[in-house]
């Protein structure tokens, strides 16, 4: 009995601990761990090779070889990236550049070598899937903080890892028509200040979309990226893996580099 | 044997009830449960939305190693589904804000859908388009217009590009299709439900916009849901006007009762045991019910016809001895008749198409069931109940004028069967015009709202079914070699000039449109490009936007096949099948080497599928007809016995068939079921009919006398079972549904021509070919000496068989009269069992035993009879006459020979015997 009673108070003392830590995580400090991880994931420029793997529902693969560029634009928290094929060969040189607009649109132009003249893509939208993956342009695009809502949901153990699971509610009305998700689940590693997992939910909680991360290490020995990366799209269905290479990290690209007078001299 | 067994019934009475009792409620949970009902108790709900679910997905009716179900298969796993299904809007214009607002509000509230993968509409398909360094591809659900001017815009645009003009939308602007596409495991129930949703979410949404429904599936279903209405509607009908029948007829509760009782209760164990077996129902299943109520209806008559007929003829003194003798009368043919039946739909196992072999089974369970419960429920009920005779005065006066018609068409066999086999050959003949081919929409009447839709898709939109060419191009990346993308673009031309082809939709459309977008929206450029690194980049673009999977459906992810989508008119299955073979012929005649195209899709496989139901009906009815016939054979010994036996079974379904093609019905999927039910009935009857005339020659030396026996006995019940059955039936005839009142009518029709084969083609035929059965030969107990009878000297076992065949067998009861003297006579007994004397005069000539002959001279000579014989004991003999002498000649002439040489060594040796007494 005596037993029984000290195992009730340590568990009443542990859920007030528990609780406290998560009153502190629901104000301050899930912004605080959101900002480290923007700065950890969006430096002001980067480069890698990805391997890309997409999987169909009935087995069939694509396997295609982009390398892809990425700016960050601080002084509106947008950017834009660059992915240019590498291979297969009859498509290696296909290049697309999306650049992120302050009001929330990207512009897309796209370079297809056969036809030796880029196309300004008129009705593109962040949330557009990318050559028929599962990823979409708003999977690249660093997201404006004070535009969404961050909220703790619970700690957990995930994938071994210590991981703060929050919920991401975009709140920018520019937003709502931009979006895909109505919201997402967010896995965060604090101590690396990266995420391990994100489930994405449309507006009637559906779970459409969900992104996996692993195989962390630091290219630059300051912040922390995944060499995999998996995305599965529960609806469609549909996957995509992603193998990133040959990171490098904050290499000073011009701003000219994402313009669509560059598509044809990109080599 | 039959009353040993009713008085272990009488014993065990307490028992058969608890044991019927406890089946019968098992079974009732299987029935709730088939329903869709669960084990919890019923609520208002769970009982509202209970209902017989009929599992319509096309594999149930191919083998599973059927090449056209494989390729379909491997085109389902590499394209996905390609069903779908079609709604059409009718606006006065579609290109408004809100009218292109409200198509693109249902098409999301249809993409949330269960069981829906991916709608297309005219708001959500991509629209390309180009301009100088300009392209677009979105889709108008994501920029909807909002003022009338952009709407126009928009429509100038959709109403320029072929992808979408009579596809998605009317080429006046005034109709728009929304098209729903399932996902491969929808199937069955589950494919029912999203139907029901489909066209609730639609009506909801569309609110005053008239809209008409069509597709595949939604004709199947509606087909199966009107057949299931109509049945449910009209067979209580049935059975509350066979019930009417039934008191007409017995005047008494449990006239009509135990044969209702007995129906319902093989309809509860059956459908019950399908319940618990989780079997889903097939459209043949539909009409178990009927062919179970027909079977009980006519099974349990048989035996209280027989009931009530012995309490009027025997007059026993306890119902114990009642049923006894009514179980002795009929239970064996019951039993013959049964088991004939349950061979017979069991055959229908022996084939790969699991629907034919479910419904083979689920027939073949029905009759036993039936079976056990004629043999337990129907003697246990009559033992129960107080015995107590009818109220209504036997039909013994027109039985009786029946019977002397019968008797009448026995003995003038040649012209009666001249007369019927005209009959059946004329109506006969009506089979040159029958035409076998299958088109659901004819069940439909032609101001039906299905038809409607099948008609404006069609003459307004791009149809609402389709078929495919799968293109496989025998290595990774063909299908973005120009040769291959213009032999497709050839085939969609050839295609389009086929009657039945409205549309055709390929990735060759979507690589030409983009090559023109990417071309400044140059006409000029919408052709197929010259490089295949162009197809390549084009084929990426199209992956770009809100919709990824857009061309996944037209071509695969190693770009090795390729799938040519050809939408068709609502045409019977044999003119589809037909240009599917021409595009077949086409593929293989014109296409470079190393490609290859393979017909298949939604629409061909329902027409194969129908066809194999239709050639899996007549092969199963075929194969029934040759079980029936070899059944037939084992129990009369003979094969022309049983060739004979078969002639009153297949006559009906002949002159039915016959009659079907006169009035220009076709065989379908549901008219082709009247073959199985008609020969179920027409072979009850026969065998009673054979069974009981052979228990009368036995007892009646002449088969006039027998034939009226029959007629009068058992024939009773045979026009008991019809009339009720056809008067129940022709309610059917009622029906708004054109498939149910062609059954009905047919089945009426079915009745009436068995019961003409009943009374006068069987007695006719009997009178043609007398009937020794088999089982007769046993009870003749040929023992060792048989070969010791002077008669059979010489003679093997199997030539004495085929003797005693030709002849017929009279069992005569103590002192019955053999042969009177001077009475002219032509036939040659042989005493198999008991004794006769002879006497002449009345004075005692001598005594005859086993193995001796009497009536030789009337053989050999047309010489009056000598003497009077008559039976000392009860007495089996051979009546051999000179017909039989003929045919025997005939047939085996050198045993007839034998048999005369036989003859000559018994007459001479008589001969010999009286000159010896003489001295």
Same mark, same amino acid.
């Given at each position: 009995m005596r037993t029984f009673g000290i195992v009730w108070i340590f568990c009443l003392v542990l859920s007030c601990a528990v609780r406290a830590t998560a009153d502190a995580l629901d104000t301050t400090a899930v912004r605080a761990l959101m900002e480290k991880v923007d700065r950890n994931l969006y430096p002001d420029d980067e480069i890698d090779e990805v391997s890309l793997i997409l999987i169909h529902p009935n087995g069939q693969q694509r396997q295609w070889r982009i390398r892809q560029y990425y700016q960050r634009a601080y002084e509106n928290g947008m950017g834009a990236i660059l992915l240019r094929f590498v291979d297969p060969t009859d498509l290696h040189g296909t290049t697309l550049v999306s650049v992120n607009q302050p009001g929330g649109e990207n512009n897309q132009w796209l370079y297809l070598p056969a036809f030796r003249m880029p196309q300004f893509l008129a009705d593109s939208r962040k949330s557009d899937y990318v050559f028929g993956s599962d990823l979409t342009f708003e999977d690249f695009t660093p997201c404006i903080l004070d535009e969404y809502d961050y909220a703790f949901v619970r700690e957990e153990i995930f994938a071994e890892r210590h991981a703060i699971v929050i919920r991401k509610t975009p709140t920018a009305p520019k937003l709502q028509s931009r979006v895909k998700y109505a919201y997402q689940m967010l896995w965060v590693d604090p101590d690396r200040n990266i995420f391990l997992r994100a489930d994405f939910f449309d507006s009637i909680g559906q779970m459409y979309k969900t992104v996996t991360w692993g195989d962390f290490y630091q290219p630059d020995r300051i912040h922390w990226r995944a060499r995999r990366v998996a995305f599965f799209s529960p609806l469609r269905p549909h996957w995509t893996q992603l193998s990133v290479e040959d990171i490098q990290l904050n290499r000073g690209l011009p701003a000219e580099f994402f313009s669509e007078r560059n598509l044809t001299n990109i080599r | 044997m039959s009353r040993a067994y009713i008085r272990f019934l009488d014993r065990r009475l307490v028992w058969v009830a608890l044991v019927l009792t406890l089946i019968t409620l098992v079974c009732g949970a299987g029935v709730w449960k088939l329903l869709g009902g669960d084990l919890l108790p019923p609520t208002a709900d769970s009982l509202r939305h209970l209902k017989l679910r009929i599992d319509t997905s096309d594999r149930q009716f191919l083998a599973a190693h059927d090449p056209d179900l494989q390729a379909y298969q491997e085109s389902t796993r590499i394209f996905g589904d390609d069903r779908f299904l079609v709604a059409v809007l009718e606006f006065d214009n579609v290109f408004t804000p809100d009218h292109l607002a409200l198509i693109s509000r249902?098409?999301?509230?249809?993409?949330?859908?269960?069981?829906?993968?991916?709608?297309?509409?005219?708001?959500?398909?991509?629209?390309?388009?180009?301009?100088?360094?300009?392209? /677009?591809?979105?889709?108008?659900? $994501?920029?909807?217009?909002?003022? +009338?001017?952009?709407?126009?815009?928009?429509? @100038?645009?959709?109403?320029?590009?072929s992808t979408f003009v009579r596809n998605l939308v009317s080429a006046d602007g005034r109709y728009a299709a929304i098209y729903v596409r399932?996902?491969?495991?929808?199937?069955?129930?589950?494919? *029912?439900?999203?139907?029901?949703?489909?066209? +609730?979410?639609?009506?909801?949404?569309?609110?005053?916009?008239?809209?008409?429904?069509?597709?595949?599936?939604?004709?199947?279903?509606?087909?199966?849901?009107?057949?299931?209405?109509?049945?449910?509607?009209?067979?209580?009908?049935?059975?509350?006007?066979?019930?009417?029948?039934? /008191?007409?007829?017995?005047?008494?509760?449990?006239?009509?009762?135990?044969?209702?009782?007995?129906?319902?209760?093989?309809?509860?164990?059956?459908?019950?045991?399908?319940?618990?077996?989780?079997?889903?129902?097939?459209?043949? *299943?539909?009409?178990?019910?009927?062919?179970?109520? $027909?079977?009980?209806i006519t099974y349990s008559l048989q035996f209280i016809t027989r009931y009530y007929q012995v309490m009027e003829e025997a007059r026993p003194t306890d119902k114990v001895s009642c049923c006894e003798l009514a179980a002795e009368d009929s239970f064996f043919a019951l039993f013959i008749a049964q088991f004939t039946t349950i061979i017979g739909t069991a055959s229908l196992c022996w084939t790969d198409i699991p629907a034919i072999f479910q419904f083979g089974a689920i027939s073949?369970?029905?009759?036993?069931?039936?079976?056990?419960?004629? %043999?337990?429920?129907?003697?246990?009920?009559?033992?129960?109940?107080?015995?107590?005779?009818?109220?209504?005065?036997?039909?013994?006066?027109?039985?009786?004028?029946?019977?002397?018609?019968?008797?009448?068409? %026995?003995?003038? #066999?040649?012209? $009666?069967?001249s007369v019927a086999f005209g009959v059946t050959a004329v109506l006969a003949l009506g089979l040159f015009a029958l035409?076998?081919?299958?088109?659901?929409?004819?069940?439909? #009447?032609?101001?039906?709202?299905?038809?409607?839709?099948?008609?404006?898709?069609?003459?307004?939109?791009?149809?609402?079914?389709?078929?495919?060419?799968?293109? @496989?191009?025998?290595?990774?990346?063909?299908?973005? @070699?120009?040769?291959?993308?213009?032999?497709?673009?050839?085939?969609?031309?050839?295609?389009?000039?086929?009657?039945?082809?409205?549309?055709?939709?390929?990735?060759?459309?979507?690589?030409?449109?983009?090559?023109?977008?990417?071309?400044?929206?140059?006409?000029?450029?919408?052709?197929?490009?010259?490089?295949?690194?162009?197809?390549? +980049?084009?084929?990426?673009?199209?992956?770009?936007? *809100?919709?990824?999977?857009?061309?996944d459906r037209l071509v695969d992810y190693d770009y090795q096949h390729g799938r040519l989508e050809i939408r068709v008119k609502n045409v019977d299955s044999k003119s589809l099948l037909a240009l599917a073979s021409d595009l077949q012929s086409h593929v293989d005649r014109t296409w470079p080497r190393g490609l290859h195209g393979t017909v298949t899709g939604d629409h061909y496989?329902?027409?194969? /599928?129908?066809?194999?139901?239709?050639?899996?009906?007549?092969?199963?009815?075929?194969?029934?007809?040759?079980?029936?016939?070899?059944?037939?054979?084992?129990?009369?010994?003979?094969?022309?016995?049983?060739?004979?036996?078969?002639?009153?079974?297949?006559?009906?379904?002949?002159?039915?068939?016959?009659?079907?093609?006169?009035?220009?019905?076709?065989? *379908?999927?549901?008219?082709?079921?009247?073959?199985?039910?008609?020969?179920?009935?027409?072979?009850?009857? $026969?065998?009673?009919?054979?069974?009981?005339?052979?228990?009368?020659?036995?007892?009646?030396?002449?088969?006039?006398?027998?034939?009226?026996?029959?007629?009068?006995?058992?024939?009773?019940?045979?026009?008991?079972?019809?009339?009720?059955?056809?008067?129940?039936?022709?309610?059917?005839?009622?029906?708004?549904?054109?498939?149910?009142?062609?059954?009905?009518?047919f089945m009426l029709v079915s009745m009436i021509i068995a019961c003409f084969d009943d009374f006068v083609m069987m007695p006719a035929l009997i009178g043609w070919m007398p009937m020794v059965g088999v089982w007769e030969q046993w009870r003749i107990k040929f023992k060792s000496d048989v070969t010791q009878i002077p008669l059979f000297a010489r003679m093997s076992p199997a030539d004495i068989k085929k003797v005693v065949s030709?002849?017929?067998?009279?069992?005569?009861?103590?002192?019955?009269?053999?042969?009177?003297?001077?009475?002219?006579?032509?036939?040659?007994f042989l005493i198999l069992e008991g004794s006769v004397t002879v006497r002449k005069n009345k004075v005692v000539v001598t005594m005859l035993g086993r193995g001796e002959t009497v009536g030789e001279m009337g053989l050999i000579s047309d010489h009056p009879r000598s003497a009077d014989v008559s039976a000392d004991k009860e007495t089996t003999v051979l009546a051999f006459g000179y017909e039989a002498l003929e045919r025997l000649e005939r047939r085996y002439p050198r045993l007839a020979v034998r048999l005369l040489h036989n003859l000559s060594t018994i007459l001479s040796r008589r001969l010999a015997a009286t000159t010896e007494l003489l001295k």
């Open positions: - | 249902a098409c999301s509230a249809l993409s949330r859908l269960p069981g829906a993968k991916r709608v297309t509409s005219v708001t959500h398909e991509p629209l390309y388009s180009g301009a100088a360094q300009s392209l /677009a591809n979105a889709q108008i659900a $994501t920029r909807l217009p909002k003022t +009338q001017a952009e709407a126009d815009r928009i429509r @100038d645009q959709v109403l320029s590009d399932t996902w491969p495991h929808v199937r069955g129930p589950e494919l *029912d439900f999203l139907v029901r949703r489909f066209k +609730q979410t639609l009506q909801r949404e569309a609110r005053n916009v008239p809209v008409l429904f069509a597709g595949n599936h939604i004709q199947t279903i509606e087909l199966h849901e009107a057949t299931l209405r109509e049945m449910k509607r009209l067979l209580p009908v049935t059975a509350v006007i066979m019930a009417i029948v039934l /008191a007409l007829i017995f005047h008494s509760w449990r006239g009509v009762g135990l044969p209702l009782v007995t129906m319902a209760l093989s309809l509860i164990w059956t459908f019950g045991v399908l319940g618990w077996a989780g079997v889903s129902l097939t459209p043949i *299943d539909v009409i178990l019910p009927t062919l179970l109520m $027909t079977l009980s073949a369970l029905g009759t036993v069931f039936t079976a056990v419960l004629v %043999y337990t429920f129907l003697p246990a009920a009559q033992l129960v109940l107080p015995m107590r005779p009818r109220r209504r005065r036997p039909e013994t006066s027109w039985m009786e004028r029946i019977s002397r018609r019968a008797q009448g068409f %026995y003995l003038r #066999k040649e012209m $009666t069967l035409k076998v081919e299958n088109d659901p929409k004819t069940f439909f #009447k032609s101001d039906s709202p299905i038809r409607q839709a099948f008609q404006t898709i069609e003459d307004k939109l791009g149809g609402a079914l389709s078929i495919s060419v799968v293109v @496989d191009g025998g290595r990774p990346g063909a299908m973005k @070699d120009p040769e291959t993308l213009r032999a497709i673009e050839s085939l969609q031309t050839f295609a389009e000039q086929q009657s039945p082809v409205l549309k055709t939709i390929s990735f060759v459309d979507t690589v030409k449109r983009l090559n023109r977008a990417v071309h400044g929206d140059s006409a000029a450029f919408e052709t197929v490009p010259e490089s295949s690194d162009e197809i390549s +980049q084009l084929l990426l673009l199209a992956a770009i936007g *809100d919709d990824p999977a857009n061309i496989m329902t027409c194969r /599928a129908n066809s194999a139901i239709l050639t899996g009906q007549v092969r199963g009815f075929l194969g029934t007809a040759i079980v029936v016939f070899l059944v037939m054979w084992i129990c009369f010994g003979s094969p022309q016995i049983g060739l004979i036996a078969m002639i009153p079974n297949v006559a009906p379904i002949l002159s039915v068939l016959g009659l079907m093609g006169y009035f220009g019905v076709r065989i *379908d999927v549901g008219t082709a079921l009247l073959a199985s039910v008609a020969l179920g009935i027409a072979l009850d009857d $026969t065998i009673h009919f054979i069974i009981h005339y052979i228990r009368n020659i036995q007892s009646h030396p002449h088969g006039r006398r027998a034939i009226h026996n029959v007629v009068g006995g058992v024939g009773r019940a045979m026009v008991f079972s019809n009339v009720a059955l056809a008067v129940g039936f022709a309610v059917l005839i009622l029906s708004t549904f054109q498939p149910v009142r062609l059954f009905g009518l030709m002849g017929r067998m009279l069992t005569l009861p103590a002192n019955a009269r053999l042969m009177e003297e001077g009475e002219p006579g032509a036939e040659l």
